[in-house]
């Protein structure tokens, strides 16, 4: 897009907003995204942050009505295809790059063992007690949460780094990667996206799936109309409505899936027969809850229903990925756990109990200035239909076990601070709860959004505290009353690496994110 026009954009903006003071923004309080463009484009930061701060900002908890019930079609398809224009770096497909010291530091290998989970099939569509249930299953989701992260922080250095050099395992555990994922269609070299994690001693296989890592993964997710592949129907049924994008990454990756099955599973010796896992973070869940189906419906199929072990299947942050059919079969299939921060937004996505079909071109002016998005319009559909996946164990701010008073108030998403947001909602609330069910005490927690006080345990969630999204208070240490656990506890680093599930922040350009977010904004303001 050429200067001029955003120029342009932004001038006619800045008149419609003269009539109205705006208050005056500092660099701090514009945010990361607006600082940037102000930056990369010679703007004054000033007329970017009055023309972004006259918006409305966008609900976490009800972003899909929000998205659905506040806008128009072409509203929401336009806003659609300005998150996906700046989230796939405008079309420019690139590798994720190697930051190869945060990838050796960040890793941390969880103590504990993987406690089988007991059989609550068919699951409900949320767990009433959620609580009582972390109490009970909390170890195993930390241990599998901070592996998820540790396969993403490797596979960022995969081509740098051998599978032993980069990849930090608990003792008594090995790891192969079993599955690859072509890059921007194969003009970018395969990355790691499935790994097989074996424990010989106690006999336990896990498989997991990585989180979205590249801009050409974006477009996966993006592609939210219903695939049409028939080697998914004869898996997930006719009238499943599997999402193309996670279809397309799980037809993919089955085969090589399946093969280990066979070899670990169904060919196992009498009476040696291993349990079996499946987890991942993001498009990880979204992707493993598809492997977790085919790989219960497989192993009852060849071992028979009496013999095949139980596929247990534990998803974060998982978006919807099927229709009412997928999900009605699921629930009676696969003994799954979907653990969701309610102010998490990409766990939301697609839509319930509908998502927009969208043409690649927005409407009017952005078309004009070559803003594209995901075509999920095919058959001239106006909309997908997606549901939930039952198994939810949902928690809030209030459940935090550190700074949750300060938790409490990532409950929208301004377009300044979106990639902010999303280091928080989207993977600091993860490991900050489940690190409270570590059988040993979690230095790396990640929970503190304010300044951490002196003396309390825990880490700042990376970008944090950041007072201008959350507050001058937030930047006071010792402002956040600590919760009594934190009283007397040894201090930890000050400093904490970004954690590789903030993944649209590290491989996304920040010029196309923010030149969606002004976009987006001069689409709402007309």
């Known amino acids: 897009m050429a200067r001029g026009s955003l120029c342009a954009l932004l001038a006619a903006a800045a008149l419609a907003l003269a009539a109205a003071p705006a208050r005056a923004a500092d660099s701090q309080e514009l945010g990361p995204l607006c600082q940037g463009l102000a930056q990369q484009m010679s703007l004054d930061p000033k007329l970017v ?25 072409t509203q929401a398809c336009d806003m659609l295809s300005l998150v996906q224009f700046g989230l796939t770096d405008g079309g420019n497909l690139q590798p994720p790059e190697c930051p190869l010291n945060f990838t050796l530091t960040y890793q941390v290998a969880p103590t504990g063992n ?23 299953e909390g170890a195993a989701y930390y241990w599998l949460y901070r592996m998820s992260e540790n396969i993403l922080a490797y596979s960022r250095c995969s081509e740098e780094l051998s599978l032993e ?26 990355l790691p996206m499935v790994f097989l ?17 590249s801009s050409s993964e974006w ?6 109309n219903h695939t049409t592949d028939s080697d998914l129907a004869k898996v997930f ?74 596929v247990n299947g534990v998803f974060f942050a998982p978006p919807q990925v099927g229709g009412p059919a997928f999900v009605e079969r699921n629930s009676k299939l696969v003994n799954s756990r979907g653990v969701t921060f309610r102010d998490d937004i990409v766990q939301q996505f697609p839509c319930d109990p509908e998502m927009p079909a969208c043409p690649a071109k927005p409407s009017g002016l952005l078309g004009s200035l070559g803003v594209t998005g995901i075509a999920t319009n095919q058959d001239n559909a106006t909309s997908w239909e997606y549901q939930t996946t039952d198994g939810v164990v949902s928690f809030a701010a209030k459940d935090m076990p550190q700074d949750a008073s300060t938790w409490a108030r990532i409950n929208s998403v301004p377009l300044c601070w979106a990639t902010t947001y999303l280091r928080a909602a ?41 007072p201008g999204y959350l507050g001058a208070d937030t930047a006071v240490a010792g402002a956040p009353t600590p919760s009594p656990a934190t009283d007397g506890a ?37």
């Open 219 to 224: 477009v996966r997710d993006f592609q939210t």
């Open 197 to 213: 994690l074996r424990n010989p001693d106690t006999n336990q296989l896990v498989i997991l799936v990585r989180s979205t890592m």
């Open 426 to 466: 989207h993977s600091c609330s993860y490991m900050c709860l489940l690190s409270s069910f570590s059988p040993e005490p979690v230095d790396d927690n990640q929970c503190w959004l304010s300044a951490k006080p002196e003396g309390a345990s825990g880490s700042q969630c990376p970008s944090f505290p950041a």
């Open 237 to 310: 049924g006719d009238d499943a409505g599997i999402a193309y994008g996670f279809g397309s990454v799980f037809d993919e990756v089955w085969p090589d899936i399946q093969a280990v099955l066979d070899k670990e599973v169904v060919d196992a010796k009498p009476g040696s027969t291993p349990e079996v896992w499946v987890s991942g973070h993001s498009m990880g869940a979204a992707v493993g809850n598809l492997v977790a189906y085919a790989a219960q419906q497989h192993l009852d199929e060849k071992m028979g229903k009496d013999k095949a072990p139980l």
């Open 165 to 190: 050099e980069g990849l930090v395992l608990p003792p008594g555990w090995e790891a192969e990667v079993i599955a690859n994922l072509t890059q921007a269609g194969g003009k970018l070299p395969s």
């Open 49 to 73: 942050g009055s023309f972004i701060s006259s918006l409305p900002v966008i609900p976490s908890e009800g972003f899909c009505p929000w998205l659905t019930q506040n806008l128009t079609e």
């Open 114 to 136: 993987l406690t089988r989970l007991a059989d609550r099939r068919p699951v409900p569509a949320t767990f009433d007690n959620p609580q009582a249930l972390l109490q009970e």
């Open 490 to 526: 040894a201090p930890a680093p000050s400093s904490t690496p970004t954690p590789p599930s903030a993944a649209m922040a590290q491989h996304t350009s920040a010029a196309g994110l923010l030149l969606a977010a002004l976009l987006a904004a001069a689409m709402v303001a007309a």
